[in-house]
């Protein structure tokens, strides 16, 4: 959701209808458009922030975070806590466009840093290891259910779902606001077909390991 009205905020262009910081226009409230979709990415940035230290919070307490999980918390907190910096300096500089290319960036590395926080936390490094069921083929022709989600497994969701939400964001950016919903629902649909599609490729082409 950050990532999207981030991109609502570049792609209306709103990223200089608020001057000053942490208030837009010396007002909690701003008057206009493009500054409420301003200020708007401003308190979910807050949000996240706060769900943020909160899950850091739940890492440090888990009895069985792993050490690497609990490292990488940090990394995490830094990079949330760079983003958030750079968001500020760049509206009291006046938004030069190295620090608007920054904020970017360091957008991207959070978006990333937390990806991997996901991955340690469900895949600890110490505890890395798949394991395969054997099952009777004839068990997923009886139960239909069970097909239907090994086909989805198949399509790797989570990757699909990066990926689509990246592409959202770019058509915001390019369409210099929200495209046509019947745009968006066609490209999401066949993102997520070309997606799932190549990923269950992959997947038979990997099926050896």
């Not at 999980?69 to 958030?84: D, H, N, S, Y």
């Not at 978006?111 to 469900?122: E, I, K, P, S, T």
């Not at 790797?156 to 939400?165: A, E």
């Amino acid at each position: 959701g950050l990532i999207l009205v981030g991109a609502v905020v570049a792609g209306s262009g709103a990223t200089a209808a608020c001057v000053g910081w942490p208030l837009c226009n010396n007002d909690l409230l701003p008057v206009g458009t493009l500054a409420q979709i301003h200020m708007a990415h401003r308190v979910i940035a807050a949000g996240v922030g706060l769900y943020v230290l909160w899950t850091a919070g739940q890492v440090w307490r888990a009895p069985q975070a792993t050490p690497a999980l609990k490292r990488w918390t940090w990394v995490v907190l830094a990079l949330f806590a760079a983003q958030v910096w750079v968001g500020a300096e760049k509206v009291v500089s006046m938004f030069p466009p190295l620090l608007l290319g920054l904020h970017i960036a360091v957008a991207s590395l959070v978006w990333g840093a937390m990806v991997v926080w996901v991955m340690l936390a469900y895949f600890p490094i110490s505890d890395f290891r798949f394991q395969i069921e054997e099952t009777d083929p004839q068990s997923a022709i009886r139960n239909p259910q069970s097909s239907v989600r090994d086909y989805l497994a198949l399509t790797k969701p989570i990757i699909m779902l990066l990926l689509l939400m990246t592409t959202l964001a770019a058509m915001v950016v390019a369409a210099r606001g929200v495209p046509p919903l019947s745009l968006i629902a066609m490209t999401m649909l066949g993102g997520a077909l070309a997606s799932g599609g190549a990923s269950a490729l992959n997947q038979y082409l990997d099926r050896d390991i």
